[in-house]
Structure formats: structure tokens, C-alpha cells
């Protein structure tokens, strides 16, 4: 099996272990090298070996993980960052113009509001966050502004909101905006944005794609061509590519991708169900819950709900405080998606750069970025953490 094109045709989890990822043609290394070289000998001058020339341009692991990336989110070309911001970057500077305007969520990751409002304002170009979840407030808001690009999130950090793709793509598109979806949360596995009409998907690949917490990386995924020749030129002439140790970690990681959320959402779902009605909590967001107000929309975009999940503590913020210090197998640390489960009190931490903004998150929320443990040692930890407030 050396043909994996057209891998549309295979299911996600094959394409997720073959695309891109085939043997070495000269050892029969069943996992591809990693190409550590910054640049490639020539045949005479120009003629390059596989059109490798010098690894900022290409660098075979790096074109290993874009072909799975690509495949993964159903995209004809895909990009791979040295972050997430540094994709985001590329795709912003390869879109944006002065005078342009980008219009989000008003619960997008903290660090895209900071990029677009710190880098992108002092070039012009303006930033506008609404409540996308109500369709009304979002055809007004595009109406009014026209914005180059709508970006979207979902489910949105740390409330889990849910946004309609389709809904949004088909309103943005009608006042001829690009359409990004930053689908690091939900993963190609759980939500297919370029089937849902986005014009762009990025990522950070950090957190659920590597999947083991040993890699930063970011990527930028789309069909149309034009815009990805623009893409590719930033990439090649900014730089922030990503080495090739970080690209082979991160198709590596990809690989379990599909087990590994299979996992991640049945134990989220299991500690959501064992928080729901706990005394010392006032609220869980979590899309696989059925009192979750975006339920049912979770349910048709998305193939499972998730490892991500927010709770809101009674005793406000002393008590959110407590329970996050608490936990045992829960980790404190910023960051999500790995193997192992992560607690997160996002108002000192994931989301201090957007205090004093539209963006603050309350502090007696907490986010648990729930790993694929054992389901019971996880709902334990979280029921000895409020037990003990
Ligand atoms: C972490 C994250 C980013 C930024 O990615 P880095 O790899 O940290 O640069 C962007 N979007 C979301 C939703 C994230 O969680």
C-alpha cells in the first residue's frame, strides 16, 4: 500500500493513520523520518530532489502532517504552524487590508481577540465581538460593518457555547465575508467546518490534535486554492513554520485522534452528569447535557460533545479557587486537550489577557479539560474537590 489518494474515500480514523504517513520507500520504515535537515543537496543547479530546496519552503515531515491534516479536515491544502497564533497570524496578514474589519464571537480565545486587537488595530484594522449565538444580533452585525472576515469559535471557551456554522457561513457569505472557524476545541473528528460551509479552519494543533501536551503547533486548513497560495507565500516568507521534531509529534499524535475523542467526550459526559445538580455548583456548561441551551444544535453539527467542560461554583469566586487547587488527578495548568486531564481557573489564568474587556470570564467559573483516564477516578477527584468546600 504505497497509493493512500483518494483518501476521501476511507473513514476518518484510516485516513487519520495513512494519510500523508506512508513507509519510507528506501528502508521500509513503517513510520515516515523525521527529516531533521534545514536544507536539501541538488542534482545541478535547480534540479531539486522531490522540489525539496531548503526546509522553511518544505521539509518532507512537515508536507507528511499537512497531507493528514488536509484529509482530516476534508481540505484540499493545509498549513503547519510553529503555534496556533502563529497560523492565525499568517492567515490574518495573507486576508486582512488596512480598513478591513473582523468581526467575532464575543467568546473567542483570548489570545485571537489580543492578536487581531493588539497586532492587527495599530494596521488599521478594526475588531467588533457580538453574541453570534443569536442569529438576529449576527445579520445586523454583518450588515452594519461588511467585515472581511467572520470568525468563529465553537464550542467557545470556557462557556461552551455552541454557534451554527451553516447558519453563520450562509450570512457571511451573502456580505461577502470569509468565513474562519477555529476548530480547536471540537477537532476534525467531532465537526467538519469545511462541510458546514467555513471558507477556513485553523487550529492549534497543541492541544487535541498532538494530544499529549509535548508539542506546540498550529495549522490553517481550507479548499480554496487562491487562498492557499497566499497562505503558503506567509508561511514561506515570515517563517513561523513549524521544525520537523514538532510536525512528526504532531502526526503522531494524530493518529489515536479518533480514539482519544471518543474517549476525552465519554468522560466529560460521565463528570458533567455527576456535577448536574451537585449543591456546591451552580451550573455546568457542557453541550452533551441536555439542559445545555445549545443541545440539540451540539447534536446535529457535532459527533460527540467533547472533552471540554465549565463549572460554575456556588461559593463564587473563594470557592472556584478552592475546588481548582484541590483536585488530585486533575492537573493545575493553563492549556487542554491531552491525554491527561487539566483543571483551569481561567479568570487568573487561560483568560487574564481579557479582563477589563467584553471578553471576562466570571470568576467563580472553572474549566476542566477532561483527559481519558478512568472515567471513576476522574468523577471521584471532582466529587473529593467539592466535598471538601
Ligand atoms: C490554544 C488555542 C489557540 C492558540 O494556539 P497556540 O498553539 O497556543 O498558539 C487558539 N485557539 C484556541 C481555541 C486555543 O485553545
Given at each position: 500500500m504505497t497509493e493512500h489518494d483518494p483518501h476521501i474515500l476511507q473513514g476518518f480514523a484510516t485516513r487519520a493513520i495513512h494519510a500523508g504517513q506512508e513507509f519510507d520507500p528506501t528502508t521500509g520504515a513503517v513510520t515516515p523520518p523525521v527529516y531533521l535537515t534545514s536544507t536539501f543537496v541538488q542534482r545541478s543547479i535547480g534540479d531539486l530532489r522531490g522540489g525539496y530546496e531548503y526546509a522553511r519552503g518544505g521539509n518532507p515531515t512537515r508536507d507528511a502532517l499537512q497531507t493528514q491534516l488536509a484529509s482530516l479536515e476534508s481540505g484540499a491544502r493545509a498549513f503547519s504552524f510553529a503555534s496556533g497564533l502563529a497560523a492565525e497570524d499568517a492567515l490574518l496578514r495573507a486576508v486582512l487590508r488596512p480598513g478591513d474589519h473582523v468581526l467575532m464571537g464575543n467568546d473567542v480565545y483570548g489570545g485571537t481577540h489580543r492578536l487581531v486587537r493588539r497586532i492587527f488595530g495599530p494596521w488599521q484594522v478594526e475588531l467588533t465581538t457580538v453574541e453570534l449565538g443569536d442569529l438576529a444580533v449576527a445579520r445586523e452585525a454583518l450588515e452594519r460593518l461588511r467585515p472581511r472576515v467572520l470568525w468563529l469559535e465553537t464550542p467557545s471557551n470556557p462557556l461552551m457555547k455552541v454557534t451554527d456554522i451553516?447558519?453563520?457561513?450562509e450570512l457571511a457569505h451573502a456580505v461577502g465575508a470569509l468565513v474562519v472557524v477555529d476548530n480547536t476545541f471540537a477537532t476534525p473528528y467531532l465537526q467538519q467546518p469545511l462541510v458546514l460551509g467555513a471558507d477556513v479552519v485553523v487550529h492549534s494543533t497543541t492541544k487535541y490534535l498532538g494530544g499529549h501536551s509535548d508539542v506546540l503547533g498550529g495549522a490553517v486548513v481550507t479548499n480554496d486554492l487562491e487562498l492557499a497560495e497566499q497562505v503558503q507565500f506567509h508561511q514561506f516568507a515570515a517563517g513561523a513554520v513549524s521544525g520537523p521534531m514538532d510536525a512528526w509529534l504532531t502526526s503522531r499524535g494524530i493518529k489515536t485522534l479518533a480514539v482519544r475523542m471518543e474517549r476525552h467526550s465519554a468522560n466529560a459526559q460521565a463528570i458533567a452528569e455527576a456535577l448536574q445538580g451537585h449543591p456546591a455548583v451552580t451550573r455546568v456548561y457542557y453541550p452533551g447535557l441536555p439542559e445545555h441551551p445549545d443541545h440539540a444544535l451540539a447534536a446535529r453539527q457535532m459527533r460527540l460533545f467533547g472533552g471540554m467542560l465549565s463549572l460554575e461554583l456556588a461559593g463564587g469566586d473563594a470557592a472556584a479557587r478552592a475546588f481548582a487547587e484541590s483536585l488530585r488527578v486533575f492537573q493545575l495548568a493553563?492549556?487542554?486537550?491531552?491525554?491527561?486531564?487539566?483543571?483551569?481557573?481561567?479568570?487568573?489564568m487561560t483568560h487574564a489577557s481579557v479582563r477589563g474587556t467584553e471578553l471576562e470570564v466570571s470568576d467563580a467559573i472553572v474549566r476542566l479539560s477532561v483527559g481519558i483516564e478512568d472515567a471513576a477516578d476522574l468523577v471521584a477527584d471532582v466529587e473529593q474537590g467539592l466535598a471538601a468546600l
Open positions: 451553516t447558519a453563520l457561513a493553563e492549556s487542554l486537550g491531552g491525554v491527561e486531564s487539566l483543571v483551569n481557573y481561567p479568570s487568573e
